[in-house]
């Protein structure tokens, strides 16, 4: 979508029209944008990789009053309620290097700007930011920077 995402368009329709029930499609199988998506008012959540008789489930669902979401991420969102991450345990997964790392990286700094200040190459900063995201299993940036506020590496 060019103006807004699906979680965006989804808080306004449940905002403007409470009535409508809405169902996310989406490749992003994280429980950070399931969260968010139910946050915003959606009623269902399936990855676009599903079997089309999935999607009748979340649409009967819908209909029915109840919330869907797709196996797989199900799966997820259960684990991290059951067995929520320590903020310790997110940031002893990280080197000093790396924190440093994704300290910048949350205060917006560039990969170039990053490796220029550590007297590092471009190269070692996106292997550094590529096994930061694995061991936190965060899959964008934005989820860096929601980490780094959540865990005080950063103030909002």
Do not use: W
């Amino acid at each position: 979508m060019k103006e807004l995402n699906g979680i965006e368009a989804a808080a306004i329709i449940a905002r403007e029209m409470p009535s409508v029930r809405v169902i996310i499609l989406s490749m992003h199988d994280t429980q950070d944008f399931v969260s968010q998506a139910l946050k915003a008012g959606a009623c269902g959540y399936v990855l676009k990789d599903a079997a089309p008789l999935e999607l009748e489930f979340a649409l009967q669902a819908a209909i029915d009053g109840e919330t869907y979401l797709s196996p797989r991420v199900s799966r997820q969102v259960i684990q991290s309620y059951v067995q929520p991450p320590t903020v310790e345990a997110g940031l002893e997964a990280l080197s000093p290097r790396q924190r440093e790392i994704l300290k910048a990286i949350a205060l917006g700094r560039t990969t170039k700007q990053i490796a220029y200040d550590l007297d590092l190459s471009v190269k070692t900063i996106e292997t550094h930011r590529a096994q930061i995201m694995e061991r936190l299993n965060i899959r964008d940036v934005a989820g860096l920077v929601r980490f780094s506020i959540r865990v005080g590496l950063i103030n909002a």
